[in-house]
């Protein structure tokens, strides 16, 4: 069973509106993830947070703003979005391992823009 | 740069039956790990199974092993047993020990295209 929630399962925006995905694990992991995937693609990184820093950005669009309150939290907010930013936002955290770090996944937020 | 190559599209095989997903990776480094998920139509990425590039013994997990091949670079994945809940898409990643390792940062895992099982009557 996973650790890791998110929040809402489903959202459906407009292109003007100004939303935020939710992201919790309870494993005492000190990195988190955020994901990008599309329809039958693996999954593209899109930002890493290590110790509550962000520690890797993979040159994603302005309108995507990552956020790591605490160490357990992890928000990505949501702005002027396109139709093609639809898709399935994953998050993981692990525990900053060298090599036997695992990634473990939440259910993910299927996101549809309008 | 890490690359990993999942061959098979799709896969079809019996419930009961094993199964075997393909996988190779190139990278030049020494240090690296390998993993396979299984994504159900849900969505939710689960983990499975891990094998580091100095494990001598192949890794196992219930029905799940992964048939290393160092020399070959090759990390299949073997389902024994095969049940209708396997059905799913199935990834495997590598993740290499790089310069971030030592400053920190996270990780980051280097996916295949996937292979898209499904256990028939």
């Known amino acids: 069973d996973t650790e890791v929630t998110q929040t809402p399962k489903h959202l459906v925006m407009g292109m003007t509106n100004k939303k935020s995905l939710k992201c919790e694990q309870h494993?005492?992991?000190?990195?988190m993830y955020w994901y990008k995937q599309k329809a039958k693609k693996p999954p593209e990184l899109m930002f890493v947070?290590?110790?509550?820093?962000?520690?890797i950005n993979e040159s994603v669009p302005s309108r995507f703003s990552p956020e790591c309150p605490n160490s357990s939290l992890l928000n990505l907010h949501l702005h002027a979005l396109q139709p093609e930013d639809s898709a399935l936002y994953l998050c993981?955290?692990?525990?900053?391992?060298?090599?036997?770090?695992?990634?473990?996944f939440g259910p993910g937020t299927r996101l549809t823009v309008l | 740069a890490q690359k990993i190559t999942q061959t098979q599209p799709g896969m079809f095989v019996q419930e009961k039956e094993a199964v075997t997903l393909d996988c190779t990776y190139d990278?030049?480094?020494?240090?690296?790990?390998l993993f396979w998920y299984k994504q159900p139509s849900s969505g939710e990425m689960i983990f499975l199974i891990y094998?580091?590039?100095?494990?001598?013994q192949n890794a196992t997990e219930g029905r799940y092993s992964l048939n290393f091949q160092k020399a070959r670079k090759s990390a299949n994945l073997v389902i024994s047993a095969s049940q209708l809940g396997d059905s799913a898409m199935y990834f495997c990643?590598?993740?290499?020990?790089?310069?971030?390792?030592?400053?920190?940062?996270?990780?980051?895992?280097?996916f295949g295209t996937g292979t898209q099982l499904k256990v028939e009557l």
């Open positions: 993981a955290s692990s525990q900053e391992q060298p090599l036997t770090d695992t990634q473990y």
């Open positions: 494993m005492g992991h000190r990195a």
């Open positions: 947070y290590s110790y509550e820093k962000l520690s």
């Open positions: 990278t030049s480094d020494q240090s690296y790990g």
């Open positions: 094998q580091g590039s100095y494990d001598e």
């Open positions: 990643a590598m993740r290499v020990r790089g310069p971030a390792i030592l400053t920190g940062g996270g990780n980051k895992l280097t």
